[in-house]
């Protein structure tokens, strides 16, 4: 069973940065897909960024150019830098991890509070 821990969430100003951290546990470290999605209060739950087995990255066109996802192997952890950060990114923040093998099962973490505000 994969656990999804994440960390570095707090409050910031506007035009500060944070990094966060998704630190994976449990099962094997193979997944099709590593992504961050967030969470604002009354909204949707929808996608900031992912990473890809092959390293293809995408983002979401509010945050393509501030924010950046990575992932270690070798730490069994993915991360997402973000820079510049605007009252807008105000949300929890979830990572989330799909598995290669079949049946491709989908997990998530418990979610970190990123709180920008002057």
């Known amino acids: 069973q994969v656990q999804l821990v994440e960390s570095g969430g707090g409050l910031v100003e506007p035009g500060e940065s944070l990094t966060l951290s998704c630190a994976v546990s449990?099962?094997?470290?193979?997944?099709?897909?590593m992504a961050w999605y967030r969470q604002a209060p009354g909204k949707e739950r929808d996608l900031v960024a992912l990473?890809?087995?092959?390293?293809?990255?995408n983002y979401a066109d509010s945050v393509r150019g501030r924010f950046t996802i990575s992932r270690d192997n070798m730490k069994k952890s993915m991360s997402l830098e973000m820079n510049n950060l605007k009252p807008d990114d105000t949300a929890v923040y979830y990572c989330?991890?799909?598995?290669?093998?079949?049946?491709?099962?989908?997990?998530w973490g418990q979610g970190t509070q990123v709180t920008v505000s002057s």
């Open positions: 990473i890809s087995s092959t390293d293809y990255t």
């Open positions: 449990g099962g094997t470290f193979n997944f099709v897909v």
């Open positions: 989330n991890v799909v598995e290669a093998r079949p049946p491709m099962k989908s997990y």
